[in-house]
């Protein structure tokens, strides 16, 4: 609106004759009836074009026809509460209305407002901030949990593209198929298919346990490992562990070569700096970024994660790390995201899960008993993978099959396939019972001791622990349970006593200090950290708020109750924006106690906050939780980099 000191013409009335002057009051246009109103003397709003024109409509009886107006989506549930702003916001708003009786409209009061805001310091916000804490506590006790949404998948929306990536390989020079081989990745120049059975990996999708990491299929539970991911993919699985995570400082001067946005690295910038002939390490740099953006590691988007280059800052090291782990890690972080609805294309290698299920689960009469040919992935080219599903349809479709991976040297966990031997080895694919998350983090730690253990071994060892594991199956009689040494005196049948152990309250725990070896139930264990490690914990008090702080160095944080003597771990984690941080309970994962508990990180008048179950585990949680956590950026830390956080664990299931 503008005010002009002058009288206007009546709009709605034709205009006078020239000889006619008549003076009027000022006039304020009125947005309900659509015409002037008296204004203030010496006055009056000139209507916009808008204005007018409803004016106009509203005079020739014309309305607005129902369905152009946009019809209010009605909330679900209790609305969520305010934030601290809006609290200030009212109670100012309310004052300034009563001291300025000459300001009109809301426009100015928030305008005031919002500069008010800004000049107060956080002494002063802190009144605002308290009570809308207060409401949000209170919201997040009386409000149940959101229960997700159900998805129905009819296509597989995915960027794995090893179409892509062979039109690629195909115009490759010698040099830069040297090139590819010196970095460890002289298995993907075999690549053969190029297309993804679609309904297929969607199919292995909805069978995919991402807590176990294993395929359920066929009535049977079939880990997957990175000795797997080695033997389909032909990629080193051991070695270091791949970082992507770190400062951008150090991959600026990359970023900028790459034009990398917050989008990601384009996949068409690097074709065409592939289509160069030179095969130096720009070319090496770009080849590992086109690999894990089209086919090892693609994520939701059409562009390459710019966090990639984290680890290509030194091309000397590449083949030096676990690539098999981490295109593991990748596969199950991107398939939890799709699960929970925060994606709607599925990311990871699933060319991986379609190799790998085409030569575990065995169609028709024969098929092949020995270990599978290395890598698989030179196995299967369009007419193979055509043949393949055509038998598949004439059985009735996915997982009529015989699975037989165990015969083939494929997801046996542990005791996994050793290259360059011709040692057959034997396990049998594990059932499906319904066991808890800590429970599954633990047999990928025990499992991951044991092929730390292989190379300390002969094949002969070995073949003597299939054996003996062969033997106390098929035996019979009553056996001791395997946790006699730490307090279990149950005598179970033999053929329950996997059954048993995995239930058993005593089963071992160690101590979570890293220069301490001791091993013991949990229950002991208390008493041991109790006794020796006294000053190294945190001391807590049930369902009370404590404050408790990290330092950059630091990792974990040891709690004890004080009430019962139970430990907790704080576990932080690093991630590419801001740390992880999860509580878990120290125990056996059988462990019938639930807890709950708050975490809340808050800098300034902005507050992060989870409230989750801890779960019981028997150890430190190593890369990604695979529970809930909580992401603090960066800029929540101090100035020190310390993490400060405000925790409350709860005795029973539900906070306050």
């Not at 934030?83 to 200030?88: E, I």
């Not at 057959?424 to 730390?452: I, K, W």
Request: with cysteine; proline share 6%; net charge neutral.
């Amino acid at each position: 609106m503008v005010e002009v000191d002058a009288s206007p013409p009546d709009l709605n009335e034709k205009a006078s004759p020239p000889h006619q002057t008549m003076p009027m009051p000022s006039r304020r246009w009125n947005n309900s009836t659509g015409y002037l109103r008296p204004a203030t003397p010496n006055s009056y709003q000139v209507p916009s074009e808008g204005e007018y024109a409803m004016g106009k409509r509203k005079d020739q009886g014309i309305g607005i026809p129902e369905g152009s107006r946009k019809k209010k989506k009605k909330q679900a549930g209790t609305p969520r509460p305010a934030c601290s702003w809006v609290h200030f916001s009212r109670d100012f708003i309310k004052e300034y209305s009563a001291t300025h009786p000459e300001s009109s409209g809301l426009k100015a009061a928030t305008k005031a407002a919002s500069d008010a805001w800004k000049l107060m310091g956080p002494e002063e916000k802190a009144k605002y901030t308290t009570r809308a804490r207060e409401v949000w506590d209170k919201y997040l006790s009386s409000t149940p949990a959101r229960a997700p949404k159900p998805r129905k998948q009819t296509k597989l929306v995915t960027r794995c593209s090893p179409g892509r990536l062979l039109n690629v390989l195909q115009r490759l020079t010698p040099d830069q198929k040297e090139a590819v081989k010196s970095m460890g990745f002289g298995s993907i120049l075999g690549l053969r298919c190029r297309t993804l059975r679609r309904s297929l990996c969607l199919w292995l999708l909805e069978r995919f346990n991402t807590v176990r990491r294993s395929l359920e299929i066929c009535g049977e539970r079939i880990p997957l490992t990175p000795r797997d991911v080695e033997l389909v993919m032909g990629l080193p699985a051991s070695g270091k562990d791949v970082v992507n995570s770190g400062s951008d400082e150090l991959i600026l001067e990359l970023r900028k070569r790459y034009n990398a946005t917050n989008r990601g690295i384009s996949v068409r910038l690097l074709e065409e700096r592939l289509a160069a002939p030179e095969a130096g390490e720009d070319f090496k740099r770009s080849f590992v970024l086109y690999v894990m953006g089209t086919l090892l590691c693609p994520t939701a988007r059409l562009d390459v994660s710019p966090s990639f280059l984290h680890f290509l800052t030194n091309m000397d090291v590449l083949h030096q790390y676990n690539w098999g782990k981490f295109l593991l890690d990748r596969l199950v972080r991107e398939i939890s995201r799709f699960r929970q609805g925060k994606q709607l294309a599925v990311g990871g290698c699933l060319l991986f899960l379609q190799l790998f299920y085409y030569e575990s689960v065995a169609v028709g009469a024969a098929y092949e008993s020995a270990p599978v040919a290395f890598p698989c992935l030179f196995s299967w080219g369009e007419e193979e993978i055509s043949e393949r599903e055509k038998q598949e349809k004439e059985l009735g479709g996915y997982g009529s099959g015989e699975v037989v991976c165990m015969e083939r040297g494929l997801g046996m966990g542990s005791l996994g396939y050793k290259a360059q031997t011709d040692r057959m080895a034997l396990r049998t694919v594990e059932p499906m019972p319904e066991l808890s998350h800590a429970q599954d983090m633990e047999d990928q730690e025990y499992e991951d001791t044991l092929t730390e253990q292989e190379h300390e071994h002969t094949d002969s060892i070995e073949g003597n622990v299939v054996c003996a594991e062969i033997e106390v199956v098929e035996g019979s009689g009553q056996v001791p349970c395997g946790n006699i040494n730490y307090g279990c005196t149950e005598i179970v049948n033999n053929s329950k006593k996997r059954d048993h152990e995995e239930a058993c309250p005593y089963a071992p725990c160690p101590c979570p200090l890293q220069n301490c070896s001791v091993v013991d139930s949990s229950k002991e264990l208390s008493s041991h950290f109790s006794i020796k490690h006294w000053d190294s914990g945190t001391h807590f008090q049930y369902d009370c708020p404590l404050r408790v702080s990290l330092s950059k160095k630091e990792t974990f944080l040891v709690l004890q109750s004080e009430k019962d003597g139970v430990l907790f771990l704080l576990a932080k984690g690093t991630q590419s924006i801001g740390h992880t941080v999860v509580i878990t309970c120290i125990g056996p994962s059988s462990s019938k106690e639930c807890f709950s508990y708050d975490v809340v990180s808050e800098r300034g008048s902005s507050s992060l906050r989870l409230k989750s179950s801890a779960h019981s585990f028997p150890g430190r949680i190593q890369g990604l939780p695979p529970v809930d956590f909580l992401l603090v950026p960066f800029s929540h830390l101090g100035s020190s980099g310390q993490l400060d956080l405000e925790i409350c664990i709860w005795s029973s299931t539900e906070p306050g």
